[in-house]
């Protein structure tokens, strides 16, 4: 399946050009004591805070300077959580997303990963670990990419994998990937017939100090086979070796 990018994009560009220190955080969250303590502790750990009351709130300060992560809670007034999340990953905006919400179900972990978000806090909460687990998560998308941008374009079959503009085209045609379904397709390109457990997808793609959801690899194996496979039911390029992990098919 092919995704455009709409015009969410437009904003990448001062995103990634961002040295600043400070990492701004935005918090979401439509409970006034929520906001105020969660972005006191922040600020406590040195961040810059912004907050937002509601979805639509929460969108017009994305678009008007994307945040370096951004707190989010899944059930608000006029745009829920999962749309917003669905929308930056649709655009290919990587910011780092912290779902927050009082749904502790396995169900809802999944879903919450399934529209990229980077980990999952379910309240009542720690405030003192949820700052923690905002450093754990900028200090991942932080440290030393796993593609190398000099590496030569790689190809496999229809696939063709460009680290320097980090585009990836299937069959001539462009699909979106964020950022880290990049990583997971060119570590899978680069080895082709191998199989790597789900812990070692963790270790090389996401770090060592992940300590999210694991189910995070399933959720990316199948929107990676939703983008590039011809039939992510049966798929023939990125393959599960039932009971150790995935590879990515020799023959390709």
């Known amino acids: 399946m092919i995704k455009r990018a709409p015009h969410l994009n437009h904003y990448l560009a001062p995103y990634r050009q961002c040295m600043s220190q400070s990492k701004r955080i935005l918090v979401v969250d439509d409970e006034p004591n929520i906001r105020e303590v969660v972005s006191l502790y922040l600020r406590r750990e040195g961040f810059e805070v912004e907050t937002a009351a509601d979805g639509h709130a929460a969108m017009a300060a994305i678009e008007a300077r994307l945040p370096d992560l951004v707190v989010l809670d899944l059930m608000l007034p006029g745009?829920?959580?999962?749309?917003?999340?669905?929308?930056?990953?649709?655009?290919?905006?990587?910011?780092?997303?912290?779902?927050?919400?009082?749904?502790?179900?396995?169900?809802?972990?999944?879903?919450?990963?399934?529209?990229?978000?980077?980990?999952?806090?379910?309240?009542?909460?720690?405030?003192?670990?949820?700052?923690?687990?905002?450093?754990?998560?900028?200090?991942?998308?932080?440290?030393?990419?796993?593609?190398?941008?000099?590496?030569?374009?790689?190809?496999?079959?229809?696939?063709?994998?460009?680290?320097?503009?980090?585009?990836?085209?299937?069959?001539?045609?462009?699909?979106?990937?964020?950022?880290?379904?990049?990583?997971?397709?060119?570590?899978?390109?680069?080895?082709?017939?191998?199989?790597?457990?789900?812990?070692?997808?963790?270790?090389?793609?996401?770090?060592?100090?992940?300590?999210?959801?694991p189910s995070t690899v399933t959720v990316h194996i199948r929107r990676l086979r939703e983008k590039i496979e011809e039939n992510p039911n049966k798929p023939r390029l990125i393959l599960t070796v039932w009971g150790v992990g995935y590879r990515f098919a020799a023959d390709e």
């Not at 927050?100 to 806090?121: C, H, K, M, N, P």
């Not at 932080?142 to 990836?168: H, K, Y």
Request: proline share 6%; glycine share 8%; no cysteine.
């Open 79 to 213: 745009i829920d959580g999962m749309k917003i999340a669905r929308l930056l990953r649709d655009a290919a905006v990587d910011i780092p997303i912290i779902m927050l919400t009082a749904r502790g179900e396995e169900a809802d972990r999944i879903d919450g990963l399934e529209v990229g978000a980077d980990d999952y806090v379910t309240k009542p909460f720690s405030p003192k670990e949820l700052a923690a687990r905002v450093k754990a998560v900028l200090r991942r998308t932080g440290s030393r990419p796993l593609v190398e941008a000099e590496a030569p374009p790689l190809a496999r079959g229809r696939i063709l994998a460009n680290p320097t503009t980090r585009q990836v085209f299937v069959g001539g045609q462009e699909v979106i990937l964020t950022a880290k379904e990049f990583d997971l397709l060119w570590l899978l390109l680069s080895h082709p017939g191998r199989v790597f457990s789900r812990s070692q997808l963790l270790d090389l793609v996401w770090g060592h100090d992940f300590y999210g959801d």
